[in-house]
């Protein structure tokens, strides 16, 4: 049964430093404060292979290798090896597993069957987004989700009070689960090598679990880069090697590590959205564009499926627009957006510089009626139209 | 440990200035300033013929991370600037101290080179 008192249900996201309640925080300093953060069992990898270390979300993680834009490419062009253990991990198991979270999310889990991923938003009454998720489905062994770092603790909190009175079981899980993701053309190539589970017939939002490289994984056909390849869950103490065997298998396929900055840039060239970013608890996913993960019409209804039915219609609802300018001045996130009269009428959610295109790429959030006007931002002075596209802004190769 | 020649002298702000003779130094911003910039991706660089104050903002130097003010670190007229950096920004952090220079500039009477910092004062601000 769930059971919100339970502290062995928060394990994953508690900090292992005693003595911050503010893992996140860096009073310190650049430097000096850094040893505070939680560090995933790649820090020392990541260190060794000349890592540049940043605090993200509480965490130690490499920003960077040697170029952002470097990284960026090589997982378009051949492959990119990415630590994301960070990320948070949880079980979901029991009799009423699967209508505590149909009830849940907004995306269908009843479609789901052993073997397939599916994602989706997690949203309030309100329609504001708690997370957005990737649910598998392990048959016998219940639901295992994945969720943002940034929103394990919140995440964990949300999910246990939706699941008051219902028979099921939430555990976090992120503790002993290390994760890495192997994205670009030449992913499947690389661990077909390493691993004896037939790849070839592992479709997009598919997953096996096997080994690769003797270590026990996950194997799920999934990504935030828009390129074909693969994320693996193992355990944490297997970490170490299975990076360090991996990044010498690759090698010969041109195989990069790449860091946190690259994995951003790539998601946004695909259009995909971050949470805090095109999602948040203001922003919902219908306004972001995400109305097919939204089922209105599914079995028992959800959290936030009165609301989002309402924004669907609404003529005063917001809307995430996709933008390049045509210019190498990047558009940062904050910057205001102006409409042909210059008001300011809206907000920059996301922006970097395409390394594929060579141009600045970003999200805004707008009214709807001003989503086909003419926007501009100003950058010291000099003003910049936004050219309104629908991404991804580059060709795709993910698999089918 | 980042690369800090010793022909040219630095600003705390990080721009270097190497004198170039008859009054004319050239300006870029130092290894360890494109280092802790990353990839720079765009810039943005004064009009030939304006005229800096030292200290004066002279541009922008952007990157993925963030975009940061230039200080001129002498003041002067601006005779030439570096046009090759407008198609290839990346040159800066490729070679901060030779191809990626940023401005030369035309420094007035009583130039201030004599106060910034050798590569040694440098070595030990940014150390």
Redesign the interface.
């Known amino acids: 049964m769930a059971n919100a008192e339970n502290p062995e249900l928060l394990r994953g996201a508690r900090p292992k430093v005693e003595g911050s309640d503010l893992p996140g925080k860096d009073p310190a300093g650049l430097l000096g404060g850094m040893s505070e953060l939680l560090r995933t069992s790649l820090y020392a990898f990541h260190v060794a292979h000349g890592g540049?270390m940043v605090d993200f979300a509480g965490w130690h993680m490499p920003?960077?290798y040697k170029?952002?834009?470097e990284e960026h490419k090589a997982v378009r062009t051949a492959a990119g090896l990415f630590d994301v253990s960070h990320m948070g991990e949880v079980e979901v198991t029991g009799p009423g597993a699967l209508a505590f979270l149909n009830s849940l999310v907004t995306n269908d889990v009843s479609k789901l069957y052993p073997g397939r991923v599916l994602y989706s938003p997690m949203c309030r009454p309100d329609g504001g987004v708690v997370d957005d998720l990737l649910i598998y489905d392990r048959g016998e062994d219940g639901y295992f989700l994945c969720i943002n770092a940034s929103n394990v603790a919140v995440d964990l909190q949300w999910m246990q009070e939706q699941a008051k009175g219902r028979d099921v079981t939430i555990t976090a899980r992120s503790e002993d689960y290390a994760l890495v993701a192997l994205q670009g053309p030449r992913a499947q190539e690389i661990l077909q090598g390493m691993t004896g589970a037939k790849l070839g017939v592992l479709t997009y939002y598919h997953f096996q679990e096997g080994t690769v490289a003797g270590v026990q994984c996950i194997i799920s056909r999934t990504g935030y880069t828009g390129e074909d390849g693969f994320e693996l869950y193992h355990a944490a103490a297997d970490a170490p090697e299975l990076a360090e065997v991996l990044m010498a298998q690759g090698a010969a396929y041109g195989l990069q590590l790449a860091g946190l900055?690259a994995r951003d840039?790539l998601r946004l060239e695909a259009g995909y959205p971050l949470h805090g970013h095109e999602i948040d608890a203001t922003i919902s996913p219908i306004a972001a564009g995400l109305g097919w993960t939204v089922k209105l019409k599914k079995e028992g209804g959800f959290t936030g499926a009165e609301t989002l039915a309402e924004e669907k219609v609404s003529e005063a609802r917001k809307v995430v627009v996709f933008f390049r300018t045509g210019d190498?001045?990047?558009v940062?996130a904050g910057s205001e957006v102006l409409n042909a009269q210059g008001d300011v009428v809206g907000r920059v959610l996301s922006g970097?510089?395409s390394p594929m295109l060579g141009e600045a790429i970003g999200s805004a959030l707008v009214p709807w009626t001003e989503s086909t006007g003419a926007l501009h931002v100003d950058i010291?002075g000099t003003s910049f139209a936004l050219h309104l596209v629908k991404p991804p802004f580059v060709e795709l190769k993910k698999s089918s | 440990m980042s690369n800090i020649p010793a022909d040219r002298h630095y600003a705390k702000s990080h721009e270097w200035v190497k004198d170039a003779g008859d009054g004319v130094v050239e300006v870029g911003i130092s290894d360890y300033a494109q280092d802790s910039l990353g990839d720079i991706t765009y810039v943005q660089l004064s009009n030939v013929g304006d005229t800096l104050e030292s200290g004066e903002v002279f541009g922008v130097v952007e990157s993925v991370k963030a975009a940061s003010d230039l200080y001129a670190p002498v003041g002067g007229e601006v005779i030439e600037v570096n046009e090759a950096l407008d198609g290839a920004p990346e040159t800066v952090n490729q070679d901060p101290y030779g191809d990626g220079w940023i401005m030369k500039v035309r420094m007035s009477a009583g130039g201030e080179v004599a106060g910034l910092m050798d590569a040694g004062a440098y070595g030990a601000e940014t150390a």
């Open positions: 540049r920003v960077q170029s952002i834009l900055g840039s190498r001045r990047i940062r970097t510089l010291r």
